[in-house]
């Protein structure tokens, strides 16, 4: 048997990466919850539609 022996503790070359793992970066708020955007913009929309439906049919 030829295989090369690899000290314990180290990833033999052909064996995945062997790179450190990344860390993960803090929550940004809500920044990054793009349904509570969504949500904004669709209560805006429908305040601006309300509006021009009103002038619409007056009362």
Known sequence: MAYPLVPPGETPPAEGCTAEAHEERADGGAWEHPGLWLGLILIG????????????FPM
Request: no cysteine; proline share 0%.
């Open 45 to 56: 929309v429908a305040i601006v539609a309300a509006y021009f439906i009103a002038r619409v």
